[in-house]
């Protein structure tokens, strides 16, 4: 079972850049595919960007040029770098662990990200 506690949201004007933290703890963190998912008011949550363990990153296709996630299994952390961001990115982002083994998944909290002049 993984903890996690993303932090790095907050208010920033269209065309600016914010890093998105989450840390993990209670487990390997290293075992787990991650990924980070985002919720816009009124809409379903949505995949932004994943990183498996020891795989090939994905992107959204409204994302891709703009984000990129990385991971340090040493500091038990994934980040998602986000840049040239538009009102539509304004959304609260959850961080997200998945055990293929059990097949279960694990959430973050969330943190609000708010796009706007």
């Known amino acids: 079972q993984v903890q996690l506690v993303e932090s790095g949201g907050g208010l920033v004007q269209p065309g600016g850049s914010l890093r998105l933290s989450c840390v993990g703890s209670?487990?390997?963190?290293?075992?787990?595919?991650m990924s980070w998912y985002r919720q816009a008011p009124g809409k379903q949550r949505e995949l932004v960007a994943a990183?498996?363990?020891?795989?090939?990153?994905h992107y959204a296709n409204s994302v891709k040029a703009r984000f990129t996630i990385s991971r340090d299994n040493a500091k038990n952390t994934v980040y998602l770098q986000m840049n040239s961001l538009k009102p539509e990115d304004t959304a609260v982002y959850y961080c997200?662990?998945?055990?293929?083994?059990?097949?279960?998944?694990?959430w973050g909290q969330g943190t609000q990200v708010t796009v706007s002049s």
């Open positions: 209670g487990s390997d963190f290293s075992i787990y595919d």
């Open positions: 997200n662990a998945a055990d293929l083994a059990t097949m279960r998944h694990y």
């Open positions: 990183i498996p363990s020891g795989g090939i990153t």
